[in-house]
């Protein structure tokens, strides 16, 4: 059974503290996003990676925010330092582009995040 | 820029009814996809039903049906024979048929299920 797999599921920390969020895309897959959703702002798309390449990442606050994909297993969204503003979850989602078309966005049950 | 607008914050339907949840959208292309997803409580993002632009055809999965509406912009999720597991978070969400395209959200709509 195929999925998207995160970790950890729920993560509170204290302000300023480093936060490292992880995501394993659906083997095979060669597009990894990463959105964050709040109740306010709904989800937003932090920045996409296809065949391990950043695409876009201008959702992203720069000044503290990082991601990246080490290997095609991989996915980490880091968080440094961390604010009270940044609790929301986080969500990764995989998909294959081919020649031919898209396929669906898999998601991960996400990173529930909350900074204090 | 892309944009994607659901109106309906929260809806409700009587278990057993018919609910259509609206979504409009906005646009200069003329290729793209149109998916509304799901997300009950336990956080799980579920794709429903997705439409790409060219078919003229609205897509149907079991009791899930959209109104597509290109000239109209407008793309709207029917829900025939509501049942209690149907209650969750619906969003929209719209891409473009290009190599290096998102997926673009829109902010929700809360459903509510009444039995």
């Known amino acids: 059974d195929a999925r998207v797999t995160q970790t950890p599921r729920d993560k509170v920390t204290e302000m300023g503290q480093e936060v490292t969020m992880r995501c394993q895309p659906i083997?095979?897959?060669?597009?990894v996003f990463w959105y964050r959703q709040t109740m306010m702002q709904g989800l937003e798309l932090l920045a996409y990676?296809?065949?391990?390449?950043?695409?876009?990442d201008s959702g992203m606050p720069k000044d503290r925010f990082s991601a990246e994909m080490p290997d095609a297993t991989l996915a980490t969204l880091k968080i440094q330092p961390s604010e009270p503003r940044d609790s929301a979850v986080y969500f990764c989602?995989?998909?294959?582009?081919?020649?031919?078309?898209?396929?669906?966005?898999?998601f991960g049950q996400g990173t529930r995040l909350t900074v204090v | 820029a892309q944009t994607v607008t659901q109106s309906q914050p929260e809806m409700s339907v009587q278990e057993a009814e018919t609910v259509t949840l609206s979504c409009t959208y906005d646009?200069?292309?003329?290729?793209?996809?149109l998916f509304w997803y799901k997300q009950p409580p336990s956080r799980q993002m579920i794709l429903v039903i997705r439409?790409?632009?060219?078919?003229?055809q609205n897509a149907t999965e079991n009791r899930f049906s959209v109104n597509f509406q290109k000239a109209a912009k407008s793309f709207s999720l029917k829900i025939s024979d509501s049942q209690l597991g149907d209650a969750a978070m619906y969003f929209c969400?719209?891409?473009?048929?290009?190599?290096?395209?998102?997926?673009?959200f829109g902010k929700g709509t809360r459903l509510h299920i009444l039995p």
């Open positions: 083997l095979g897959h060669n597009t």
């Open positions: 989602a995989s998909g294959l582009l081919l020649m031919e078309g898209w396929t669906e966005a898999f």
């Open positions: 990676f296809r065949n391990r390449a950043p695409l876009d």
């Open positions: 969400a719209y891409r473009r048929v290009r190599r290096d395209d998102k997926i673009i």
């Open positions: 439409q790409e632009a060219y078919k003229q």
């Open positions: 646009t200069s292309e003329s290729d793209y996809y």
